[in-house]
């Protein structure tokens, strides 16, 4: 089985954005919710869309599938979607021989700046950039699947970073 194993941190700082390597916008939505598994939509640039499946319940290890479908389908089930639809610019930065996707959300999660790395492994320890906050590896909250299940705005208000003016 594929598996999807990363950690999730907090960002602290803007120090990453001069590393960009590439980005994506994201909207994605959930169509279906187990206590162990989710069908996530999620609609790329506004050019393709993917569905992707999860199963298990350790976020920091999952079994994913994920498969291309047509832009149009990937519309009509975000259309379809539970709760919140998110949105977000996923940014790829590699650091150290890993990538770093840094996800600065809009919408619904205006101002939430999340950062995770996919390991190939649940024993590796990349090495950690300074921009790099809490780890929230774990912590429910976090997981794209509950912030559009349920309103997560309060709870997460201490993971925003308000950049300087």
């Known amino acids: 089985m594929p598996k999807e194993i990363e950690r999730k941190f907090l960002v602290q700082s803007q120090d990453w954005r001069s590393q960009v390597a590439s980005s994506f916008q994201f909207v994605q939505g959930y169509v279906a919710i187990g206590e162990d598994r989710s069908v996530r939509v999620r609609l790329i640039d506004g050019q393709s869309a993917r569905l992707t499946i999860k199963i298990g319940r350790n976020l920091l290890a999952r079994d994913e599938y994920e498969y291309d479908i047509p832009i149009e389908h990937g519309e009509d089930l975000i259309r379809a979607a539970i709760g919140n639809v998110i949105e977000k610019t996923r940014y790829r930065v590699p650091y150290e021989g890993f990538t770093w996707e840094v996800d600065v959300f809009q919408g619904f999660y205006h ?52 950049p300087p003016l």
Request: hydrophobic share 35%; charged share 25%.
């Open 111 to 162: 101002g939430l700046v999340v950062a995770e790395v996919e390991l190939e492994s649940e024993d590796q320890s990349p090495a950690i950039p300074q921009w790099i906050g809490k780890e929230v590896t774990g912590d429910w909250r976090y997981s794209n699947m509950v912030m559009a299940t349920q309103d997560m705005g309060k709870e997460l208000g201490h993971g925003v970073y308000h």
